[in-house]
């Protein structure tokens, strides 16, 4: 990805550095050719040269760019499970996914982490983004995902013979999950997605049950790790966090039922978490109006309480969490990926700044580019989000796209009032 030429000037606004420290009024961000040369009040900054172009942040607040930790590119307008895999041609998908990952940057998401995709797109996606042929965030890339046969993701009948190719590689036992992750090594992932839970949007393999063995997990991570590649999971009931964890797992999504043991194991080798809770909360809502049985919406229900309570702890016990949250259903289309940043703050509880750490630092950390992005500091991109008030007193701030001054990633203003 191009990164800008010459020097500008972040200036009058307050910086939230995405280290968790408090804002800091009266400060300015100095970038050079892309990188950040100075992030801190503006006593202290060292003087830019006087052709420098300057971004007014007009009082507001200047922050890093806002991360995705759990994105589905490919997934748009999803009202059941069958429109995951089989509703468009991969032609049309692909074109989608490139209208999706634009709207997340315009978004003031410069970064997002895949976790899952149908054909390999997240991958391509992910070099047209880097090679400057569409805009979107810098991404990590997942391809297919793998589930046991039967499993949560298994849902077209068999006697339709249409198998589930598309978005999933269906395996049974270790010896079909090493091929699996073999396959997606050569297509070009960085994170290998799995099942080792049910949900409550399935019929058969609900939020209790369990979708791979633990011989399947150890075999995706040993083969995984093999290829420096990285291990998450669908993790919902209590046994599929324990047996994703004691696999070795690098990251846990949703991590709904965790208890004191599974806990203990998350902590102990600081395995992140993304809860993607406000998808819970909008299908409780409005599932009803897209046809979603009330057996679904109770699931939810428990889900999202059982969500909330873990999320709580993992923050109380000083684990880390990203924010993220399966957006592209019908009743959570794609932009509306911050109402996951206001849900944290407005209903499960956690403080705005810690929510906005998790949304860009451990965001960054997940996504493996903890050392160019995730916080602004000396050294560091210049993925940059310029908004107009102060989303740590009023983090719906975050969800209105007119807000923002400047998007910016490697100093260059890709979206905002300014592009
Ligand atoms: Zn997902």
Redesign the pocket.
């Known amino acids: 990805m191009k990164k800008a030429k010459g020097w500008t000037v972040v200036k009058n606004g307050s910086l939230f550095d995405g280290t968790g420290s408090p804002a800091q009024a009266n400060s300015c961000v100095l970038i050079k050719d892309g990188l950040i040369q100075y992030a801190g009040p503006v006593p202290q900054a060292p003087p830019a040269p006087p052709d420098a172009m300057i971004v007014d942040a007009k009082k507001g607040t200047i922050m890093p760019g806002l991360v995705e930790a ?1 994105f ?1 590119a490919t997934y748009f307008n999803v009202a059941e499970l069958a429109d995951l895999d089989i509703k468009y041609p991969v032609e049309y998908v692909t074109l989608l996914a490139a209208a999706n990952a634009k709207l997340a940057l315009e978004c003031g998401y410069t970064a997002a982490r895949s ?2 995709s149908l054909h390999n797109i997240d991958v391509w996606l992910k070099k047209a983004i880097e090679q400057d042929l569409c805009p979107g965030p810098r991404m990590a890339a997942a391809g297919r995902e793998i589930c046991g046969s039967g499993g949560l993701m298994d849902w077209n009948p068999d006697y339709l013979k249409l198998g589930m190719e598309g978005l999933i590689l269906l395996v049974n036992g270790p010896v079909e999950t090493r091929a699996a992750v073999r396959k997606l090594a050569k297509d070009g992932v960085e994170w290998v997605k799995t099942y080792p839970s049910g949900d409550a949007a399935s019929p058969h393999a609900d939020h209790h049950s369990l979708c791979m063995t633990r011989e399947e997990l150890d075999a995706a991570v040993a083969e995984a790790h093999n290829f420096k590649l990285k291990v998450t999971g ?1 993790c919902r009931a209590t046994q599929g966090i324990k047996n994703a964890l004691l696999a070795g797992f690098d990251a846990l ?1 949703h991590a709904t039922f965790i208890d004191s043991e599974t806990l203990d194991l998350l902590l102990a080798r600081n395995v992140p978490v993304v809860p ?1 809770l406000y998808f819970e909360k909008a299908s409780i809502e409005r599932g009803k109006e897209f046809g979603m049985p009330q057996r679904a919406i109770d699931g939810h229900k428990e889900t999202l309480e059982g969500g909330a309570e873990s999320a709580r702890k993992i923050l109380k016990a000083g684990g880390r969490l990203g924010m993220g949250g ?1 957006y592209g259903f019908a009743w959570t289309p794609h932009g509306d990926y911050a109402k996951e940043l206001t849900f944290f703050v407005t209903e499960v509880g956690f403080p705005a700044l810690d929510t906005l750490r998790c949304a860009t630092k451990t965001g960054a950390e997940i996504l493996g580019r903890e050392k160019d992005l995730g916080t602004l500091q000396a050294g560091k991109l210049a993925d940059v989000l310029v908004v107009d008030g102060d989303p740590i007193k009023d983090i719906r701030i975050l969800e209105d796209r007119s807000r923002f001054i400047a998007v910016m990633q490697g100093g260059i203003i890709k979206a905002g009032q300014l592009a």
């Open positions: 759990h589905h976790c899952g669908h999504e993607a399966d």
